[in-house]
């Protein structure tokens, strides 16, 4: 069983920047795709951004190319997603998740998640 912890969001102007951690714990995660989901209020969680389990392959939503990266350190059992020009659109709970021996497609079913960390952009 692995457990996600997210850190790093915050309260942030739209155009910054903001880096989100993603810790897993129970067993390390580098046989598993890792995937950032988010949900704005009233929405539903909806794929922002993947990677497969050894960093070959990512897949970006549309509205983040561009702006969103992510990466991992397996050694670190850690993933992360970098956020630069922030609109207020982007303001959701931002989820981590992972699939095991995955791909990081955005149609894939992940097995385990975080429990979200708040991101809010104002204008």
């Known amino acids: 069983q692995v457990h996600l912890v997210e850190s790093g969001g915050g309260l942030v102007q739209a155009g910054g920047s903001l880096r989100l951690s993603c810790a897993a714990s129970?067993?390390?995660?580098?046989?598993?795709?890792m995937g950032w989901f988010r949900q704005a209020p009233g929405q539903e969680r909806k794929f922002v951004i993947s990677?497969?389990?050894?960093?070959?392959?990512?897949y970006y939503a549309d509205s983040v190319k561009g702006r969103f990266t992510i990466s991992r350190d397996n050694a670190k059992n850690t993933v992360y997603l970098q956020m630069n020009s922030l609109k207020p659109e982007d303001t959701a709970v931002y989820y981590c998740?992972?699939?095991?021996?995955?791909?990081?497609?955005?149609?894939?079913?992940?097995?385990?998640w975080g429990q979200g960390i708040q991101v809010t952009v104002s204008s």
């Open positions: 990677i497969s389990w050894n960093a070959g392959r990512t």
């Open positions: 998740a992972g699939k095991s021996r995955g791909l990081g497609l955005p149609s894939d079913k992940y097995d385990y």
């Open positions: 129970g067993r390390t995660f580098s046989s598993d795709a």
